[in-house]
């Protein structure tokens, strides 16, 4: 197979190397997007970072606050320029480079923008036969509504007494009037992951009646990525698809890059549907951070360490919580979530909307140290 190198020359996408080589170490102390500005600028920046200071702090939409890999913003910095250009190239070059990292062939990637893209297009193709939707509650619900919208009628199996997905009670709804079974594994919104090989037998069982979805959008912030992972069921050619996205642990969410694995024909099916095509700077973003191998462990670390502490502060304030494995934590309040959100509002942190029916429960989205001081702090008072 011809090398991502070769493939991707043509446009800048810099390597960990030549990227500190060109920084060169005296930028060591400032961020990537400060150096390239002037001082009037550079004061103007600084003044902004401190009234962005006195905004409240979003711990709300599971963005990840610690931001791209620099090298990401380098990318983009270095293609700025090249804004008049289409995606076209950079977006196969991506593609390519994402298919040797997942093992499978170019044919079975779909690119989407973000992949709430595929959720939505691949649950409209999938609808337009009507039939049911085999999905928990509480969870993710974008490609679910997607079919909805269709006319598919949603079938919502409570988690179990650990907020984990119950695979017995999901399999025993499938019937031949099933169009799909979507999980997503870390669950949105509690955080909880299924055991690897329980979800395997279960795909691998009932992709035989239907098509099976897993949602991975958080599954690089758990432990042991690659034991969890279901893309080698893809491999193997069973009906099961796998959704991943650059807006999580990659930190590029306001970029809007995310992708499908799948078998070639629904990748040629679903992308019927596809009615946008991806930005420039999100795909040679996207590459960089794939070609920053020291990224994805440095970044995992940071929101484990803020995911244990946020736990203590629940813990501690006798909160019953779901174990995370996303980078968020899901917890009962103990009040109702209007009230909880109205209050912590009130100390400047933003958390997530309600997730019916668990109505007295919140999520909260791990921040930067700084953002999760304020959070501690907050909760200690509005838990109290
Ligand atoms: C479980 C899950 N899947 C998919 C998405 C879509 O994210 P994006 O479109 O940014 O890739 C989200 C967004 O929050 C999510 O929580």
């Known amino acids: 197979m011809e090398s991502n190198r070769l493939s991707t020359a043509s446009f800048p996408v810099l390597d960990r190397r030549s990227w500190l080589k060109s920084t060169g170490m005296a930028f060591a102390g400032l961020t990537v997007g400060t150096q390239f500005l002037s001082s009037s600028a550079l004061a103007q920046h ?29 990318a983009m910095m270095q293609n700025l320029e090249r804004s008049f250009r ?68 949603v079938i919502s199996v409570p988690l179990n007494d650990k907020l984990e997905h119950d695979l017995d009670a ?24 299924v055991n690897p090989e329980k979800l395997k037998a279960f795909a691998i069982e009932v992709s035989k009646k239907c098509p099976v979805f897993i949602d991975e959008a958080y599954l690089q912030c758990a432990d042991n990525f690659e034991a969890n992972t279901m893309v080698g069921l893809v491999r193997d050619g069973h009906n099961v698809a796998v959704a991943r996205t650059f807006s999580k642990l990659y930190g590029l969410a306001g970029q809007r890059v995310g992708y499908g694995v799948m078998k070639p024909e629904l990748v040629k099916a679903v992308q019927e549907y596809s009615t946008g095509s991806l930005n420039l700077l999100g795909v040679v973003a996207a590459t960089a951070s794939l070609e920053d191998a020291a990224y994805a462990p440095e970044t995992v670390a940071k929101i484990k360490a803020g995911r244990n502490a946020l736990i203590d502060v629940v813990k501690g304030m006798g909160k019953k919580y779901a174990e995370p494995h996303g980078n968020f934590v899901f917890f009962q309040t103990g009040m109702p979530i209007s009230m909880f959100a109205d209050k912590m509002r009130a100390e400047n942190v933003l958390v997530a909307r309600p997730f019916p029916p668990m109505l007295d429960w919140a999520r909260i989205t791990i921040g930067t140290p700084e953002d999760m001081a304020v959070c501690h702090a907050a909760l200690k008072k509005v838990l109290a």
Do not use: H
């Not at 006195?54 to 931001?67: D, K, Y």
């Open 46 to 74: 600084e003044a902004d970072r401190s009234a962005r200071r006195t905004e409240p702090v979003r711990l709300s939409g599971n963005e990840n606050p610690f931001g791209p890999s620099q090298m990401a913003t380098m």
């Open 170 to 193: 999901m399999a025993a709804k499938v019937t031949a009037n099933t169009k799909c079974v979507y999980i997503c594994n870390p669950n949105n919104p509690t955080g909880t992951i």
């Open 86 to 153: 289409y995606a076209g190239v950079e977006t196969a070059a991506l593609k390519k480079l994402i298919a040797e990292k997942e093992g499978v062939a170019e044919e079975n990637i779909i690119m989407g923008v973000g992949s709430g893209e595929i959720l939505e297009i691949y649950g409209l193709y999938l609808g337009k036969d009507k039939g049911e939707v085999v999905t928990v509650s509480p969870g993710y619900m974008q490609m679910v509504r997607a079919m909805e919208r269709m006319g598919t009628k």
